[in-house]
Structure formats: structure tokens, C-alpha cells
């Protein structure tokens, strides 16, 4: 009686989660695509299995994707760190993720610090003179970044017989900058749990659950206000945007396909409540983008993945009439290798979709900092 008592909470919690998304979205004025440089990914794990990690993380970077995975590192602090350039080097991309047991092996402490900039951005704000003429001399360049910071606190909990159930939020500090122009401070705050059976594993994160916002202030000297009013320009002020909250949901199971090969397959549903986007499942309140993801692993040493996401629907450019749209996605594909504490991930990450490939490297590495003389900690 007890379990399904408990299973009927837990699907009641799903139902009023879903619900309150629903109701904030009609009553609040939310910035669409706002704080996109949170949801670029993390590790070359997650990235080569098209982000689909919600149920299956279980290292640092849960902090990004499931803070409740965090619960999973016992003993030894973890240490991720990854690095990756896009366009051409135009935008850099950092993140680095810290996991810290506490005592008891009960909690789980996250520390995670990502960066996205584009830096040499050209300010022509002062390329044309009052005379008319232009002076490339007056051309300066700035940077444009964003930061995030979180801190995430995981707790496991057994339930559900031999069920493992694990619970996490996340606080989130966010800096955003555009030289010295313009810039913003934000919070917000995520939670999440993951449920994990035998050989499968689910996960719902229910991000900015508060809703994140970014309160913007501007810096414009007089000069630059009078080539705005000149130019007829918006003089911007104050402002602030808001991030409408996301739910995350997640499934996976692990195929033992020999005594040393596992295929691990997980399906995610990514529920935005910011308008109509262009997803497979398009409503005015929400919008529902599936993403799918494989890691074929050999003795837990050697690993190929693959995987698909943001499915899209575009006209056909071979029909000549602009009316027929056909479907497209993004591939992406990866392998790592483990030797002791150390692991060593790759991503082939398309940017675009399969029809315009513009594709990039990652390369990210996970450290267990074990201490010297200390063992491994036995398997589940």
C-alpha cells in the first residue's frame, strides 16, 4: 500500500509541476530563447549523446544536467573540466565542474563554473563622423561574455524496495556582459530528482522552477547617446528578463549485450513553457523537443555514443514553390576511454542540422581525485 501511495505522490508532483509551468506562462512575460548559453551542454559525454543525460549522468557535470546525480559520487571528489571553440574560434566556451562528497556519503556538494564569450566584437558605434565622413581609426573591439555559476546539494534516499531515489537542487548566479555598455546580474533555481532501478534509470529536472531572471543596466556616456537619438535608435534603460522554467524528463535503459558490452540508450523530452517553438510537438504554452542518445561501452573502458536532437521543420529548398517542408535534426557522435581515475571524452558536434553541417571538436576530462593509498569504492 505504502509504494503505491508513494507512486501516486510522485505522479501527483509531476502533475502540479506541469501545471504551475502552464499557469506561469500565461500570466508572466517571458523573454523567449533568454540564458541560451545555459543550455549549450556540458562534457563530451553529454554532447556526443545529443544531451540526453537527465536520467543517465553520473558524474560532475550533474551539476548541469541532473543535480540529484550528484548523489552518485561517493568518497572521492570528481573533477571535470572541458574546453570548445565555435565558428571558427569566434565563440570560446569553458566549463569546469567540481563534485565534493560530504562525510556522511549521503550528500553530494556540486561547485560548476561555465563561460561563453565572443571576444575582438568591432564597435562602430563612432565610424561616421558629424561631417558625414568615415574614420576606421575610431573602430575599438569589445567582448561579449557570459558566466555562470552554480551551486548544486545532492541527498540519496533508498525507497521502493531495492530502488535508489536521488534528490537535488540547484542555486544558480548568472553574469552576463557586453564590454562596458552593458551588463547583468541573474538567480535562479532548479530541482531535480532521479529514480534508479536495476538496469534503468529516470530523471525530471524542473528548471528555474522560481524563474531566472537577469536585471540589465546600461552605461552610455553622451557621446554614445547622441549617435543613438542621431541614428534613431532606441536609447535602452533598466530593464529586466525573465527565463520562463523548463521541465526536463528522461528515460534509459542498459542492454547487457555480452559479459563485457553494454549498449545504454536514453530518450529525453525537453517541455519549454516560453512560447510556440519550432519542435515537434509546437503549442502557444508549450513546446515539447525529444532528444535521443547511445553509449556503447566496452569493460567500462572504451566507449563509442552517438545521438539526435532539435528536430525541426523547414521549407525544402530543392522545392522551388517555398511550400513543402521536410524535417530536420542534429547528429552528433563521440568515444571516450578511461585508464584508472582519469577519463578522456571526444564529441563531433554539429552546430546546424544534417542538411548544412558545420560541425566542431570537443574534448573534455574527468579526474577522480583520489587520495594516495585509497581504493576504489565497490560497485552497486
Request: hydrophobic residues 40%; proline residues 3%.
Amino acid at each position: 500500500m505504502l509504494k503505491r501511495v508513494r507512486g501516486k505522490t510522485c505522479f501527483y508532483l509531476i502533475l502540479v509541476v506541469f501545471g504551475s509551468f502552464t499557469t506561469l506562462s500565461a500570466f508572466c512575460q517571458f523573454t523567449e530563447y533568454s540564458n541560451e548559453f545555459l543550455n549549450i551542454g556540458a562534457g563530451a559525454r553529454g554532447l556526443a549523446m545529443a544531451s540526453a543525460q537527465v536520467a543517465t549522468v553520473n558524474d560532475a557535470t550533474a551539476g548541469y544536467w541532473n543535480p540529484a546525480a550528484l548523489a552518485n559520487i561517493k568518497d572521492v571528489p570528481q573533477l571535470s573540466l572541458m574546453h570548445a571553440e565555435y565558428y571558427a574560434g569566434i565563440g570560446k566556451y569553458d566549463f569546469a565542474s567540481l563534485a565534493l562528497p560530504l562525510k556522511d556519503n549521503k550528500r553530494t556538494l556540486g561547485l560548476t563554473l561555465l563561460r561563453f564569450a565572443v571576444d575582438d566584437i568591432p564597435n562602430t558605434i563612432f565610424l561616421v563622423q558629424p561631417d558625414g565622413t568615415v574614420n576606421f581609426e575610431n573602430i575599438t573591439t569589445f567582448s561579449s561574455a557570459d558566466y555562470a555559476f552554480i551551486v548544486s546539494l545532492a541527498q540519496q534516499s533508498k525507497m521502493w524496495g531495492d530502488k535508489i531515489v536521488n534528490f537535488g537542487v540547484n542555486a544558480k548566479i548568472i553574469r552576463r556582459t557586453a564590454g562596458d555598455i552593458a551588463s547583468a546580474w541573474g538567480f535562479g533555481f532548479d530541482a531535480a530528482t532521479q529514480i534508479e532501478g536495476k538496469r534503468w534509470k529516470l530523471g525530471i529536472v524542473a528548471k528555474d522552477i522560481t524563474t531566472t531572471f537577469n536585471a540589465w543596466s546600461f552605461n552610455l556616456d553622451e557621446a554614445i547617446r547622441e549617435v543613438f537619438y542621431e541614428t534613431q535608435n532606441e536609447i535602452p534603460g533598466k530593464s529586466i528578463e525573465l527565463t520562463a522554467p523548463q521541465l526536463l524528463v528522461g528515460g534509459s535503459y542498459n542492454f547487457r549485450l555480452g559479459r563485457k558490452l553494454n549498449l545504454l540508450v536514453e530518450g529525453d523530452l525537453d517541455v519549454t513553457f516560453d512560447g510556440k517553438r519550432n519542435t515537434v510537438i509546437s503549442t502557444k504554452p508549450v513546446s515539447i523537443d525529444p532528444r535521443l542518445g547511445m553509449e556503447l561501452s566496452f569493460k567500462d573502458v572504451f566507449f563509442v555514443r552517438a545521438g539526435v536532437n532539435n528536430f525541426q521543420q523547414v521549407l525544402d529548398d530543392r522545392d522551388t514553390l517555398n511550400q513543402r517542408k521536410i524535417w530536420i535534426y542534429q547528429p552528433s557522435v563521440g568515444a571516450g576511454f578511461k585508464v584508472g581515475d582519469v577519463q578522456i571524452d571526444y564529441a563531433f558536434v554539429n552546430l546546424a542540422n544534417q542538411s548544412y553541417p558545420l560541425y566542431t571538436h570537443v574534448f573534455s576530462l574527468r579526474v577522480d581525485l583520489r587520495k594516495k593509498g585509497q581504493k576504489k569504492p565497490m560497485k552497486r
